[in-house]
């Protein structure tokens, strides 16, 4: 990996941009966001999963999964596409940024 600081922009413009707003707005789901960004396909924004898979992956009870994407969708941050299993996640403000 060429560059180090690929994470920088995410970090500041997404999570700390304006005042913080998206951490003061999704509270501890910020920690699933932030998975979310490090695991979607990097030019559709999207990632295949199921709830289980990720309360594994998180080390979180699949409750508070399932509040966290509730909260995340309701702040227009992701949207869940078809009503499959697994689902289909899409990160709305996801933007890849050179590694």
Excluded at 35 to 57: E, F, S
Excluded at 60 to 73: D, F, G, H, Q, Y
Aim: aromatic share 12%.
């Amino acid at each position: 990996m060429q560059n180090k600081d690929w994470w920088r922009p995410i970090w500041r413009n997404q999570l700390f941009g304006d005042g913080g707003n998206m951490r003061h707005q999704i509270g501890a789901a910020i920690w699933l966001y932030l998975y979310l960004i490090l695991h979607v396909n990097p030019q559709t924004g999207c990632l295949r999963t199921k709830v289980d898979a990720l309360a594994w992956a998180m080390d979180a009870p699949e409750r508070s999964v399932r509040l966290w994407l509730k909260t995340m969708k309701d702040a227009g941050l992701i949207v869940k596409e078809g009503k499959s299993r697994p689902v289909i996640l899409r990160v709305i403000h996801y933007r890849f940024f050179d590694r």
